[in-house]
């Protein structure tokens, strides 16, 4: 047995009082005048020893009221199994689910309002001094300090449905992380969960809590509800093309136990409908529908893939954008500002490609923000300045293609390949040599060969640059030769990418610039779109959007906008071409928005809700009791809501059983047997 207020028991010195008054029984006699001794007859006889009975056990009854009254007021409980026995009820934490899933109803009505009549509840069932810390999946810096049981039930009142989904662990380890800044001794504390426990949230299993912390699970059952939904959409290459076939991959998902048919699917691109098709899916299946269209319209696009589906409505479309050049802007850095046939060839007669070609001195004088595009062809080396522009250039999401020189400085070569987290130069060979495997998967070459051939005419290098190979570097070999050295390969720096030869682009190094490869393969790297790669993001996780650094005028300010929202968002400088922006929780509905510097648009942005809180699976009661005892050692109690949440059962899941009721009809007795003795014992 434990208590909760243990120094109460000092009170169990009062026993001394009826002690010290029994032991100095002063009594006031009264003297009776008899006229005659025989009236002494009608005197009621009384022997010692029962009148001491008498005494004694009025003694005890008394005694062991004053004890039963101590031990009520000092809060006895038996702990549960793995119950903390030193319990603060002055301070408690409780989340209150708010995400999308509680949106739905149960039986006894809409979850949410289910789960905010139970926070009271429970702040009830403590004393009115209590201090509650409130968390919802929103994180506010406004709740995340303790309150009273007024505010607290304002904050219930405020609480809304939000788009932003959390790990349990997560809100777990925000509150002990906010308990524990609490500067004085704290005691143990308990943290309620109140929620509809879905699947995809609620990680028992990474709960991190030591034996100071209580965590009790308050569930509210959700009705099991099917779903279909649009659970992601991708490009099936990285290039964009004008005025030519694309490829977008749109994965669905079903939930339910029945399968659909001919379920319409719709993309809009621009606001106009571009495709219409249906699908079929089986239960507990996910489908990827193909939907081919054309890019007719150049600069910011912004894509919708839409479905129907009742009666969960939130996840029935899925927005993506993407930026479209009117023109590729290539810059050709040289040795001189000579064109080289073998890339300008290329691109004669492309009206969607203009080509420059400067000279390694004079590209001070080149603004590289101005292109989309930087090869880099055959420098003897690569000066600081240039080394510095190449490194911002495709951290700012262009793309560089790099054709060293043979016997070139390796010294300024691997100084830009060690700054770009790249294999770096190690010798060079002039012995002829065959390609001999290629990388079909690699995004450059999937829509070039129509079937992989075993015996394919492979082009020859004649002059090559060895590169390392070392395993920490993220890179994607596009061309191997027959000594399994690379030939071409690719790999992403910042928001760029970077495309590495290993030869120069010209005959003398091998027949590469006349083979049919060629000009696929730099087709292919000069219009791979790097803002392909980040088509959309999900509200509620981190975003971060690397963006170029505008001028610097501190009078002007990023802001993201669309037809109803308008914020400043944080913005952090890296570099001298390169930002990021951080949204956080800042926008919380779904769609496009466009970032604007100066009242420019200099950016186009799709935010998503987070798929996880569409598959509508949730843990039962019985589930979530089977998991308190598999992970006992995480100190976790789980309270059936729907069996009400009476003061006594939510203080019982701290203190076990409470006994101080027990004791308070103890007392009740003893004084009803003290005034019995009394009574009979004349």
């Known amino acids: 047995m434990s208590f909760i207020y243990p120094t109460f028991l000092f009170a169990l010195f009062a026993v001394l009082i009826p002690v ?54 000092a809060r006895p409980y038996i702990p549960e199994k793995n119950q903390n026995t030193d319990i603060s009820e002055n301070r408690i934490g409780i989340y209150l689910d708010n995400s999308f899933s509680t949106e739905a109803e149960n039986k006894y009505g809409n979850i949410l309002e289910i789960e905010k009549k139970k926070a009271i509840e429970i702040a009830n069932a403590y004393p009115e001094n209590v201090k509650i810390l409130f968390l919802t999946n929103d994180f506010s810096l406004k709740h995340q300090h303790f309150v009273s049981k007024e505010q607290f039930r304002d904050f219930i009142n405020e609480t809304k449905v939000s788009p932003v989904v959390r790990k349990i662990s997560s809100v777990t380890n925000k509150i002990n992380t906010i308990f524990k800044e609490i500067k004085k001794p704290r005691k143990n504390y308990s943290i309620y969960i109140i929620s509809d426990f879905q699947k995809t949230s609620s990680d028992i299993e990474q709960i991190q809590n030591d034996s100071t912390e209580k965590i009790i699970f308050v569930t509210v059952p959700a009705e099991k509800t099917a779903n279909l939904f649009i659970d992601s959409v991708w490009f099936a290459s990285p290039n964009r093309p004008v005025n030519q076939n694309d490829i977008l991959n749109i994965q669905i998902s079903n939930t339910s136990d029945e399968a659909y048919r001919q379920i319409p699917l719709k993309l809009f691109i621009n606001d106009s409908l571009k495709a219409a098709e249906s699908f079929n899916i089986d239960a507990h299946s996910k489908e990827i529908k193909t939907i081919n269209f054309t890019n007719n319209k150049t600069g910011i696009v912004n894509g919708r893939a839409e479905i129907t589906d009742f009666p969960v409505t939130y996840d029935n479309r899925f927005y993506f ?26 691109f004669s007669g492309l009206k969607y490609a203009t080509l420059k070609t400067v000279s390694v001195k004079n590209t001070r004088l080149i603004n590289f923000n101005n292109f989309n595009v930087i090869i880099s062809d055959g420098l003897q080396q690569i000066p600081d300045k240039l080394n ?268 076990g059983i409470r006994l101080y009721k027990y004791f308070l009809l103890a007392a009740l007795l003893f004084i009803a047997l003290e005034i019995i003795f009394i009574k009979l014992l004349k």
């Open 20 to 73: 010290i008054i029994h032991l100095f029984n002063f009594r006031t006699y009264k003297t009776v005048y008899f006229s005659n001794v025989r009236f002494l007859k009608n005197v009621k006889q009384e022997t010692k020893s029962k009148s001491n009975l008498k005494h004694l056990l009025i003694l005890l009854m008394r005694i062991l009221t004053i004890a039963a009254l101590v031990f009520a007021f």
């Open 388 to 655: 510095e522009n190449y490194l911002n250039f495709v951290q700012d999401g262009g793309i560089l293609i790099i054709f060293p020189k043979i016997n070139c400085n390796t010294i300024s070569y691997n100084k830009f390949f060690n700054e770009a987290n790249l294999n770096f130069i190690t010798g060079f060979d002039t012995v002829k040599i065959y390609a001999d495997k290629i990388n079909y998967n690699s995004d450059i070459l999937k829509n070039v060969f129509r079937k992989k051939e075993r015996n394919t005419d492979m082009p020859y290098v004649k002059k090559r640059v060895i590169y390392s190979n070392l395993t920490n570097i993220d890179e994607d070999v596009i061309l191997y030769s027959e000594k399994n050295d690379k030939l071409i390969s690719s790999a992403n720096s910042g928001s760029g990418k970077i495309f590495i030869f290993a030869q120069s682009a010209d005959e003398k190094a091998g027949n590469l610039v006349m083979h049919p490869l060629w000009v696929s393969l730099l087709y292919n790297m000069v219009f791979y779109n790097t803002s392909g790669k980040n088509i959309y993001y999900t509200i509620g996780n981190d975003v971060v959007i690397p963006i170029k650094n505008q001028n610097n005028n501190t009078d002007n300010v990023f802001h993201i906008t669309n037809n109803t929202t308008d914020i400043i968002p944080q913005v952090i400088k890296a570099g001298n071409a390169f930002g990021k922006i951080f949204i956080n929780n800042m926008i919380e509905t779904a769609g496009h928005y466009k970032i604007l510097y100066n009242n420019k648009v200099v950016k186009g942005i799709s935010l998503n809700y987070n798929r996880k809180e569409s598959d509508l699976s949730h843990f039962t009661n019985d589930e979530l009791i089977k998991f308190s005892a598999d992970f006992s050692d995480k100190n976790i109690f789980v309270i059936d809501s729907n069996k009400g949440l009476s003061k006594e059962a939510i203080l019982n899941k701290n203190y």
């Open 321 to 346: 954008n993407y930026n479209l050049t009117d023109t590729s802007k290539i810059l050709i850095v040289r040795e001189n500002n000579k064109p080289n046939k073998y890339i300008n060839t290329v």
